[in-house]
């Protein structure tokens, strides 16, 4: 059997459709919110089986990963987040960089020799990775109309993997690949799947518009920390309002902080974009929390934990 397991953001999705339009297969999709990246849990393999893992943390993974590699399943693993310990397996292919300017959809648009970049580009916008895709975009060039509507692109898709559970989402992510994956460029999917697409950026533009009217709890010359209430609007924007946050201040570091149904927080964190640097290891130092140097998050952090959060970020950014 075949896997495709895939984190649901713009990232996870993109690289996934590149993959398969390289080399197109049926496959039993496993994926999720942004958010659950624990996703090795939820695959049976077998001795023989492909498994194909994009974006998701080798390290959040790894007793999952080592235990499929013992039953004999051939993986292909290829993500730019913290890995931990990489196997050495006959049966494992990583290809894993943690570098701070690119994401798993460049992995892979190297891995394919260019064979698909405008959705690598795409999936780097919905990154925040700007820099990167726009370097990508000028070696193909793109024109600035159509380098436009990429980047809208890859930030709706971004904005519908955010939520608690899927319902809070527009598009189940394993739905809207499938919406997508048949297109050899994104524009064609704008142009011809054209429905999917303004409700993505309806939803997009109606939830920022409630976003942007919160005021921050907490503000200095170099860090800010805003709190969204617990709406499934607020769930969905979090972390495309915190990438909007980074650009807008690209020296100061912001935590955007949701308050959950279960009574805690959901955070995301962007490090500043002039100094992309220890988002994943603040966040990592809290139960339920991961994610790369640039930009990172924490699941569930408890309410009477705030101070301690906020005291942490401020030392790591003062």
Not at 199 to 205: I, R, T, V, W
Not at 206 to 231: G, R, W
Not at 252 to 263: M, R
């Amino acid at each position: 059997m075949y896997y495709d397991i895939f984190n649901g953001d713009a990232d996870g999705i993109c690289a996934l459709i590149q993959l398969r339009l390289a080399n197109p297969l049926e496959s039993t999709l496993i994926t999720g919110i942004k958010r659950d990246i624990q996703l090795l849990k939820r695959v049976d393999a077998l001795k023989g089986d492909q498994l194909t893992v994009l974006d998701i943390s080798m390290q959040k993974n790894s007793q999952q990963l080592n235990d499929l590699l013992s039953r004999g399943a051939n993986i292909f693993y290829a993500d730019h987040h913290q890995a931990g310990n990489i196997p050495e397996h006959p049966n494992l292919t990583a290809l894993i960089d943690t570098s701070t300017d690119t994401c798993t959809s460049l992995i892979i648009d190297k891995h394919l020799s260019g064979q698909f970049s405008m959705w690598a580009i795409t999936a780097a916008f919905g990154d925040n990775l700007y820099d990167s895709a726009e370097f990508l975009a000028k070696s193909i060039n793109i024109n600035a109309q159509n380098l436009q509507l990429l980047k809208n692109l890859g930030t709706y898709i971004n904005y519908n993997g955010y939520g608690s559970c899927l319902e809070d989402l527009h598009f189940p992510p394993d739905k809207l690949y499938l919406e997508m994956t048949n297109y050899k460029s994104p524009l064609d999917f704008i142009n011809q799947n054209h429905l999917i697409y303004q409700q993505l950026e309806n939803g997009y533009l109606q939830d920022m518009q409630q976003a942007v009217q919160i005021k921050p709890e907490y503000s200095c010359n170099k860090t800010a920390v805003f709190i969204l209430p617990d709406h499934a609007w607020a769930r969905r924007v979090s972390g495309v309002f915190s990438n909007d946050l980074a650009n807008q201040s690209p020296d100061k570091a912001h935590a955007v902080l949701t308050l959950t149904p279960d009574n805690d927080y959901q955070v995301s964190v962007r490090a500043p974009l002039n100094n992309k640097i220890m988002a994943d290891e603040l966040c990592s130092s809290f139960p339920t929390g991961g994610g790369r140097k640039a930009a990172a998050g924490i699941n569930h952090l408890p309410l009477t934990t705030l101070p301690a959060f906020i005291a942490k970020f401020n030392d790591i950014y003062k």
